[in-house]
């Protein structure tokens, strides 16, 4: 699976929309881009994936730059259940052998009021 | 429909002893993964099994360690002869098999091990 970068921390004030950027340079062709979150000690959580197209669920947004390289989640109305590490994954979107997600550090996320 | 579930949610264990570890998947699904997550660490895949299958054990110790998922009831994550480094949340995942496209992986709430 291709390597992703995100900052380690970023702050949001309540209320805001949070962008949270992650870079996937070395991206392939049939890799989709999945982000999680997990919230203080709890299992990780699904927010949403995408192969090229921006993607928007009742969670988050999703864009995706048109060579891939990189995306950015956004959290339109930030609050503090928001605050979370939120994982950037890029993998296969198949059920195969080898489609582990591999977390990195994340992006630790803090709202404040 | 419920999600997966994992029990227990805490488990202690004297050093020596062995750890039975349980995740139901949720409803239709028959993808099984565990992942550990030691102290400050991030999370790391450790198996992957289908129903009666083990498909990927590439991040799951070689030694007192294993896994299996059976045609019916829970999937077990087993270690055995605890050690103190085995402490770490153990989670589990699920996804469905057969709808197409659908690969998201669906955590539990994880089981704390805790070895004295």
């Known amino acids: 699976d291709a390597k992703t970068t995100q900052p380690p921390s970023m702050d949001c004030a309540e209320g805001r929309a949070a962008n949270l950027p992650c870079n996937h340079s070395?991206?392939?062709?049939?890799?989709?881009v999945y982000w999680y979150r997990q919230i203080h000690s709890q299992g990780p959580q699904y927010i949403i994936h995408?192969?090229?197209n921006n993607e928007t669920n009742e969670m988050a947004s999703l864009i995706i730059t048109e060579d891939r390289k990189s995306s950015t989640l956004i959290l339109p109305h930030a609050t503090l259940r928001d605050t979370a590490v939120y994982y950037c994954i890029v993998r296969v979107g198949s059920n195969n052998a080898g489609n582990m997600l591999t977390f990195g550090g994340g992006t630790r996320l803090m709202v404040k009021p | 429909n419920a999600g997966v579930m994992q029990n227990p949610r805490h488990l202690v264990r004297r050093r020596g002893q062995e750890a039975r570890l349980r995740c139901s998947p949720m409803?239709?699904?028959?993808?099984v993964y565990w992942y550990r997550q030691l102290p400050e660490e991030g999370l790391k895949f450790m198996v992957y099994l289908q129903k009666e299958n083990i498909i990927d054990e590439s991040g799951m110790p070689k030694e007192r360690f294993s896994a299996e998922f059976p045609k019916e009831g829970p999937s077990i994550l087993r270690i055995q002869q605890v050690v103190r480094g085995d402490s770490a949340a153990y989670f589990c995942?699920?996804?469905?098999?057969?709808?197409?496209?659908?690969?998201?992986?669906?955590f539990g709430p994880g089981t704390r091990l805790t070895v004295t």
């Open positions: 409803k239709g699904h028959s993808h």
């Open positions: 070395t991206i392939s062709g049939n890799e989709y």
């Open positions: 995942a699920s996804s469905p098999g057969s709808i197409a496209g659908v690969y998201e992986q669906y």
């Open positions: 995408g192969l090229k």
